[in-house]
T-cell receptor, first 114, second 115 residues
Framework: GAVVSQHPSRVICKSGTSVKIECRSL??????MFWYRQFPKQSLMLMAT?????????EQGVEKDKFLINHASLTLSTLTVTSAHPEDSSFYIC??????????FGDGTRLSIL | AQTVTQSQPEMSVQEAETVTLSCTYD???????LFWYKQPPSRQMILVIR??????QNATENRFSVNFQKAAKSFSLKISDSQLGDAAMYFC????????????FGKGITLSVRP
């Protein structure tokens, strides 16, 4: 089946640090990639939608200068949390999708900002 | 616009028994897809089952089946012969066709399985 790799799985860093999370589709070319944030015991909250070679589309309330998304190729999207602060601590999940196929999710990244 | 409602935050089932998780949705799309995702404590999102709205036949995957009532906009998940490994959060979701179409998730339900 389709596999999406997300790296790193766990990050602990100091306040003010920028953190980059990678999302790769390993065995298919993803038309679109999505980035979600999830708080404990809550549903996934869509942050942005990205397509290869174009600017990401951010959901309302998500700061694009804070959460930089780069979609360099059909198999790689990155999310950079810039100047991270404790309130950015969360679980971040990516997904990748081919046209009219279900979204396949990465295993998520647990980000902790001290 | 799409909305997905899961009104039960928690459910519990005895091992080997059957449990049904409820989900209702609303959409203005004429064509759409419905999903159930499982998220165990590892927090990996696992696709359990998928239903195309234009198909009248209910989808089935081994012990998992859905009751899709299109007119009532209801999409419940039935888990038969429940196993301890079924304990997880379950999310109902919907999307329209098209690569950029977003998944709309319900709030999720936490299922516990009693040994």
């Amino acid at each position: 089946g389709a596999v999406v790799s997300q790296h790193p799985s766990r990050v602990i860093c100091k306040s003010g640090t920028s953190v980059k999370i990678e999302c790769r589709s390993l065995d298919f070319q993803a038309t679109t990639m999505f980035w979600y944030r999830q708080f404990p015991k809550q549903s996934l909250m869509l942050m942005a939608t990205s397509n290869e070679g174009s600017k990401a589309t951010y959901e309302q309330g998500v700061e694009k200068d804070k959460f930089l998304i780069n979609h360099a190729s059909l198999t790689l999207s990155t999310l950079t949390v810039t100047s991270a602060h404790p309130e950015d601590s969360s679980f971040y999940i990516c997904s990748a999708r081919r046209t009219d196929q279900p979204q396949h999710f990465g295993d998520g990244t647990r980000l902790s900002i001290l | 616009a799409q909305t997905v409602t899961q009104s039960q935050p928690e459910m519990s089932v005895q091992e080997a028994e059957t449990v049904t998780l409820s989900c209702t949705y609303d959409t203005s799309e004429s064509d759409y897809y419905l999903f159930w995702y499982k998220q165990p404590p590892s927090r990996q999102m696992i696709l359990v089952i998928r239903q195309e709205a234009y198909k009248q036949q209910n989808a089935t995957e081994n012990r998992f089946s859905v009751n899709f009532q299109k007119a009532a906009k209801s999409f419940s998940l039935k888990i038969s012969d429940s196993q301890l490994g079924d304990a997880a959060m379950y999310f109902c979701a919907s999307t329209a066709p098209g690569a950029n179409s977003k998944l709309t998730f319900g709030k999720g339900i936490t299922l516990s399985v009693r040994p």
